[in-house]
């Protein structure tokens, strides 16, 4: 079950990044989540797990950000691509920017991703793998089907709307 809460806490800590983020460069769109119910950003759960997973593989640093650099980018791309093909949506677009590959990765945040590996891997994750051995494990299972229910609702939404908008339920409309 340490995965599943390596899983939500990056998907999380990846949601305050996107806001942080968001309300730094005055972007207009300041909601950043990607579930209808909780404020989860999954790209960043998936690429920090594989980054995670892929650290002890290699040796140092430079592993670390090679391969933590592309396991980001990776999993930047395969979601991209699963949200824009299999639901008909975006939550990001880098088109305008250079070495952009069809607007869901390109080279300046792949170097973001690369740097934020190492800040991963040798400061943010060991304080999470204390914190999450602190997590009773009967709490894994409810976790869980709450977690898969959000996604698999989520995705229906997405995919009948085509926006993402359909995930701002908590908004008012005016």
Same mark, same amino acid.
């Not at 650290?55 to 699963?82: C, D, K, Q, R, Y």
């Given at each position: 079950?340490?995965?599943l809460w390596y899983?939500?806490?990056?998907?999380?800590?990846?949601?305050?990044?996107?806001?942080?983020f968001a309300r730094a460069i005055r972007h207009p769109k300041r909601d950043r989540k990607c579930l209808l119910l909780l404020p989860l950003c999954p790209v960043y759960g998936l690429g920090a797990c594989l980054i995670v =997973? /892929?650290? !002890?593989?290699g040796n140092g640093p430079l592993w670390v950000a090679l391969s933590g650099g592309l396991a980001a980018t990776g999993a930047e791309l395969i979601m991209g691509a699963f949200y824009r093909f299999a639901l008909g949506v975006e939550f990001w677009d880098y088109s305008g920017m250079p070495g952009s590959l069809g607007g869901l990765v390109c080279p300046v945040f792949s170097a973001c991703w690369t740097a934020l590996s190492l800040l991963l891997v040798y400061a943010v994750?060991?304080?999470?793998?204390?914190?999450?051995?602190?997590?009773?494990? =009967? /709490?894994? !299972?409810?976790?869980?089907?709450?977690?898969?229910?959000?996604?698999?609702?989520?995705?229906?939404?997405?995919?009948?709307?085509?926006?993402?908008?359909v995930l701002r339920w908590y908004a008012p409309d005016w």
């Amino acid at each position: 079950m340490r995965w599943l809460w390596y899983f939500i806490i990056y998907s999380f800590a990846g949601f305050l990044l996107e806001v942080a983020f968001a309300r730094a460069i005055r972007h207009p769109k300041r909601d950043r989540k990607c579930l209808l119910l909780l404020p989860l950003c999954p790209v960043y759960g998936l690429g920090a797990c594989l980054i995670v =997973w /892929l650290a !002890p593989m290699g040796n140092g640093p430079l592993w670390v950000a090679l391969s933590g650099g592309l396991a980001a980018t990776g999993a930047e791309l395969i979601m991209g691509a699963f949200y824009r093909f299999a639901l008909g949506v975006e939550f990001w677009d880098y088109s305008g920017m250079p070495g952009s590959l069809g607007g869901l990765v390109c080279p300046v945040f792949s170097a973001c991703w690369t740097a934020l590996s190492l800040l991963l891997v040798y400061a943010v994750h060991p304080l999470t793998a204390a914190l999450t051995a602190l997590i009773p494990a =009967w /709490l894994g !299972p409810p976790a869980l089907i709450v977690l898969n229910a959000d996604i698999l609702v989520s995705c229906v939404a997405l995919r009948r709307t085509g926006t993402t908008e359909v995930l701002r339920w908590y908004a008012p409309d005016w």
